[in-house]
């Protein structure tokens, strides 16, 4: 039997056209409809152009690796404090991106809480009245903050999964960084809200445990290191139904963000669970609400 890192690495090297030698195939559920990738970027060294090229480019990847949508949000260049223009400068990016990539492409609306009006704003004229369907908010301001509640109150009334970026850094966390525990706070103050923890706070053994007792929490494994055990442990923790498969693309690759969940030691219905039934299942709302294809 292999190690963990042993079949990470056999599924990285499937993904760059190698066959692994003395690999056993990685364990994919063979029933697999297509994997959603729930958390990605239009920046990063592979990418350039506009934003209609850089989504193709993003989706010939895709292709490869049997990425049947992603959901994206921010442009660039990033900004952690974002003002109002650059905020609707950034979403133009992502409905352009989104407009052209053959409804392969979802988008959540960047938002600042330290802008509250021209955030609200954002959220009416993306979401709304735009095709976007869920809300991105990352370093600008800690989330269990009440900036955030009028932000997350406007996206219950409009069905849209709320992700918040969570990280506790090593080297110490921008001033404006939440933790998986600001979540939990600002989760249990809006029981009737759909929240994403991006990143599961990094260091994911002590952010799994923060996100345990809200429900209406989801752990999204995306941007760190394919480490054995964090999928199991979240699995284990939360259950397979509040854990969601995200890269990070384009500053991560599909395959080692991948390799987390075919690697993983969990069933196959955990897996397709991850790879694409939990997010289908919470966007499922507001892509009726619009009509789109869930
Ligand atoms: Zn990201």
Redesign the pocket.
């Given at each position: 039997m292999l190690s963990h890192t042993a079949r990470a690495t056999a599924i990285g090297a499937v993904a760059c056209g190698l066959k692994p030698v003395g690999a056993a195939e990685p364990s994919r559920p063979r029933t697999l409809e297509g994997v959603w990738d729930m958390?990605?970027?239009l920046s990063g060294t592979c990418l350039s152009g506009t934003p209609r090229e850089r989504i193709a480019t993003l989706l010939e990847y895709a292709d490869r690796m049997g990425i049947e949508r992603l959901v994206v949000?921010?442009g660039y260049p990033w900004a952690y404090d974002p003002t109002p223009d650059e905020l609707r400068r950034q979403n133009d990016q992502v409905l352009e991106a989104i407009e052209h990539s053959h409804g392969r492409a979802h988008g959540f609306v960047y938002l600042n809480p330290n802008q509250t009006d021209a955030s609200l704003a954002e959220l009416d004229r993306c979401v709304a009245h735009g095709p976007m369907v869920g809300v991105k908010l990352?370093v600008a301001l800690r989330c269990h903050e009440k900036q955030l509640d009028p932000i997350v109150e406007r996206a219950v009334e409009l069905k849209a999964p709320v992700l918040q970026?969570t990280f506790r850094k090593l080297t110490g966390n921008l001033p404006g960084e939440s933790t998986a525990c600001d979540l939990a706070k600002l989760a249990a103050r809006h029981p009737q809200a759909s929240f994403i923890a991006?990143?599961t706070d990094g260091q994911w053994e002590r952010g799994i445990r923060a996100l345990r007792a809200v429900k209406n929490v989801a752990a999204e494994i995306?941007?760190s290191d394919p480490t054995a055990g964090f999928v199991e442990m979240a699995v284990r923790e939360l259950g397979p139904e509040r854990v969601l498969y995200?890269s990070?693309f384009a500053?991560r690759s599909f395959a080692s963000q991948l390799a987390k969940v075919y690697g993983a030691e969990i069933s196959d219905q955990a897996k397709r669970l991850i790879l694409s039934g939990n997010i289908r299942r919470m966007l499922q709302p507001i892509l009726a609400a619009k009509g789109m294809k869930p």
């Open positions: 958390h990605g970027h949000f921010m990352w970026h991006a990143h995306c941007g995200g990070d500053g």
